[in-house]
T-cell receptor
Framework: DAKTTQPTSMDCAEGRAANLPCNHS???????VYWYRQIHSQGPQYIIH???NNETNEMASLIITEDRKSSTLILPHATLRDTAVYYC??????????????FGTGTRLQVTL | GAGVSQSPSNKVTEKGKDVELRCDPI?????LYWYRQSLGQGLEFLIY????????KSGLPSDRFSAERTGGSVSTLTIQRTQQEDSAVYLC??????????FGQGTRLTVV
């Protein structure tokens, strides 16, 4: 699996967009980009994933660069409940089987009033 | 069930004892993962199952750790002769073949 690099921590004001970057310069053509978050003392929560195209769901948007070497997770209107550690994962997808998810150290996002 | 269920939620054991941690995945999910997380640390991959087979056991820390999955459903993680460094939260997750992974709330293991 490709290694991902994320900033250690970020701050965001409540109500503003939180933009969390991730570098995955060695990503291969069949590796997806997954984002998870972990709120204190809870199990990780899936947010979104994508391969090439930008993706949006009710939680966030995922913007993947054309060369796929980096991506950005966007939380459009951050709230205090979005304070968490956010993990970006590049995972190889085998046809018909699941992806092994290797978590790095993630970005600790602190949303403030 | 509605989500991934792990039991027990908390386990305190004496050093040297064996422990079994159980994971009930979401019905129909073919993949099952075990991770552990020590206090203040990131998630450490242990093993994952596709059906009943384990294509990747590379994360198991030592031969004291083993896991099995039966009927493509329930999985048990066994730690033999527990050591204090085994103290951590053990997390289980399940997913469909190409879907997102859903995590349980974990088992907090304390070895005293």
């Amino acid at each position: 699996d490709a290694k991902t690099t994320q900033p250690t921590s970020m701050d965001c004001a409540e109500g503003r967009a939180a933009n969390l970057p991730c570098n995955h310069s060695t990503i291969s053509g069949n590796e997806y980009v997954y984002w998870y978050r972990q709120i204190h003392s809870q199990g990780p929560q899936y947010i979104i994933h994508g391969l090439k195209n930008n993706e949006t769901n009710e939680m966030a948007s995922l913007i993947i660069t054309e060369d796929r070497k980096s991506s950005t997770l966007i939380l459009p209107h951050a709230t205090l409940r979005d304070t968490a550690v956010y993990y970006c994962i590049a995972a190889l997808l085998y046809t018909g089987t699941a992806s092994k998810l290797t978590f790095g150290t993630g970005t600790r996002l602190q949303v403030t009033l | 069930g509605a989500g991934v269920s792990q039991s027990p939620s908390n386990k305190v054991t004496e050093k040297g004892k064996d422990v079994e941690l159980r994971c009930d995945p979401i019905s129909g999910h073919t993949a099952l993962y075990w991770y552990r997380q020590s206090l203040g640390q990131g998630l450490e991959f242990l093993i994952y199952f596709q059906g009943n087979s384990a294509p990747d056991k590379s994360g198991l820390p030592s031969d004291r750790f083993s896991a099995e999955r039966t009927g493509g459903s329930v999985s048990t993680l066994t730690i033999q002769r527990t050591q204090q460094e085994d103290s951590a939260v053990y997390l289980c997750a399940s997913s469909r073949a190409m879907g997102e992974a859903f995590f349980g709330q974990g088992t907090r293991l304390t070895v005293v």
